[in-house]
């Protein structure tokens, strides 16, 4: 699997995985393999570096089992964790892209700076092992809810924020894992917290996915093959604590994730608060980490739950997005507040120093104080209007025209429901990345959807796999686009904006062209001349930008529809 293109090529066998190695490059050369975090069989989780947007992130790679003809289980299991985006919660790391190949393909996930498991079990703290798993508990409960499943089947899959935190951090649902899996991985993990060692069996083929860490011991047992109490195996673990793990990990007294969320939260107080430094001086993942490029990685929490109630504390923070430079019209705005404020304090001060020198100086006014400060307030006032206001233009017979021209300007959001890829019932492949392809509508362009890495340029060229790469828009009803404007760090990706009858037209001959584009500097506005009541719109991609020799791809941010 490893370097997923997503090019078609002649052989009927697919290329075989090539090794995964410390710096290698993967994925048409935009991710650089840095650490290996463990695995199992069909699946390998890396730290890695996104070169394109210079920061950490972690990947699945997802391979067909031994002895499966490919792609075999691992379209099952990229399309169990396509799935899992539904599900917010802090317990669970946000899942940016899919990408498919013909024999895999990888799950890219935020990085959770930290530690793994393993290292924080070390030295365990059965103290806050309870509430650490809390925002793990409420991702396998959100799962659960959903009927989906979480897959905690591993420790390598396991990660501790910085602020003491349990997190899925290598998602990939595996087929064999069934309902009561995420109960006794639950278990698993707080058995873990407390005495330092993994109470479960490891999934066939750990053996062969190292991690760079290590990993938990295995717990010891009994006469009877039993795992102990957790008070036998660590030193300063309540009864309450050990009861709880063990009534988990046995899978049969606890049947469901929201029952341990329960406990949990009602054992814990609910989710434990850090202390206020929540990132420690010379922590591993904040010393020598690239700056990320544009919004952070993980800005404010768009989830729902507890962890956006206002009361829940600085638990559920995330790291604030750095600094971006205000656009020219706000501005602008800034720099006439800021001369208004100091031409009103200047004539403020000329008009009192003028009263007192007047005064001094033996001058005679009969006037009020009063108001005489009064006339100096109203000069101030009218003083800070002159130049915070643009002046009134002269009256002409283009008034009309230009108040016509403000008011046709397109400004009002279009509201999205749905965001899916498409392609023509004829096209070679499959549609592709559905998964992340909500993300070019969620309002933050630290997100993306990414077609497949190509070997040659798509379009109606000879050697084109495909005629093009479709990402099909629901709207919020029927309603008129007058303006898109498409958001990418790929120069000339070129498409075209349709409207469709419906979400899964057969053929183009279905929708109609009402536009088209070209990225130039990170963007690019379509105007729609004739707008047309729609409810479904097709953003049409007929050229990929340039990635590397002969790799030919395109990443999406945001799609803003006005009317």
């Not at 077609?451 to 009803?477: E, V, W």
Request: net charge negative.
């Amino acid at each position: 699997m490893g370097d997923q293109t997503g090019t078609p090529v002649g052989s009927a066998s697919p290329p075989s995985p090539p090794r995964l190695t410390v710096g290698g490059l993967v994925s048409g050369g935009r991710y650089e393999l840095l650490e290996p975090c463990g695995g199992m069989a069909g699946q390998a989780f890396w730290k890695a570096r996104d070169r394109r947007l210079d920061r950490f992130v972690a990947l699945t790679f997802v391979d067909p089992l031994p002895g499966e003809q490919p792609p075999g289980s691992a379209t099952g299991v990229l399309d169990r964790t396509v799935a899992l985006t539904s599900v917010y919660s802090d317990g669970l790391a946000r899942v940016l892209d899919v990408i498919r190949g013909r024999a895999g393909g990888i799950v890219v996930t935020e990085w959770i700076p930290g530690r793994s498991l393993a290292a924080a079990v070390a030295e365990p703290d059965p103290g806050s092992a309870v509430g650490a798993v809390w925002g793990l508990s409420d991702a396998a409960t959100r799962a659960e809810e959903a009927g989906l499943t979480l897959g905690l089947d591993s420790p390598d899959r396991i990660r501790l924020t910085e602020d003491g935190r349990a997190v899925l951090a290598f998602p990939g649902v595996r087929g064999d894992v069934g309902a009561g899996a995420d109960v006794r991985g639950l278990g698993a993990v707080l058995y873990s917290l407390l005495t330092g060692a993994w109470p479960l069996p490891l999934p066939e083929g750990s053996h062969e996915h190292v991690p760079a860490d290590g990993r938990p011991v295995n717990a010891p047992t009994g006469d009877d093959d039993e795992v102990l109490d957790p008070t036998a195996v660590g030193s300063g673990v309540s009864p309450d604590s050990a009861v709880l793990a063990m009534r988990t990990l046995d899978g049969s007294a606890v049947s469901s994730a929201a029952t341990v969320r329960a406990m949990v939260a009602d054992r814990a107080g609910g989710p434990v608060r850090p202390a206020p430094h929540a990132r420690p001086v010379g922590s591993a993942d904040s010393v020598g980490a690239p700056p990320l490029a544009g919004p952070a990685a993980t800005a404010a929490s768009p989830y729902p739950g507890p962890h956006t109630d206002p009361q829940a504390g600085p638990y559920f923070d995330r790291p604030a997005e750095p600094y971006a430079e205000p656009d020219p019209e706000t501005q602008k705005r800034r720099w006439q507040i800021m001369a208004g404020t100091c031409a009103g304090a200047v004539v403020v001060i000329a008009l009192v120093l003028t009263w007192m020198l007047g005064g001094l100086g033996g001058t005679s006014n009969d006037t009020p104080l009063s108001q005489q400060l009064d006339a100096i307030e109203r000069a101030a006032q009218a003083s800070r209007a002159s130049q915070t206001e643009d002046p009134a233009p002269e009256d002409g017979p283009d008034d009309a025209a230009a108040e016509e021209s403000e008011q046709d300007t397109p400004d009002t959001p279009v509201e999205v429901s749905t965001v899916t890829t498409w392609q023509p019932a004829t096209s070679a492949g499959t549609a592709e990345n559905p998964g992340s392809a909500p993300n070019v509508a969620d309002g933050d362009r630290s997100t993306s959807w990414s077609s497949d890495t190509y070997r040659a340029q798509i379009g109606d060229g000879p050697s084109a796999y495909k005629p093009g790469i479709g990402l099909m828009f629901t709207l919020d009803g029927e309603q008129e686009v007058r303006q898109v404007v498409l958001h990418s760090e790929d120069d000339d990706v070129r498409f075209e904006v349709r409207s469709a009858t419906s979400a899964s037209p057969t053929s183009l001959d279905e929708t109609t062209r009402l536009g088209t584009g070209t990225v130039r500097g990170g963007s690019a506005t379509v105007s729609v001349d004739e707008p047309e009541e729609t409810q479904y719109l097709l953003v049409w991609i007929t050229r990929l930008g340039t990635s590397g020799t002969d790799a030919y791809d395109a990443e999406i941010t945001e799609v803003e529809l006005t009317r």
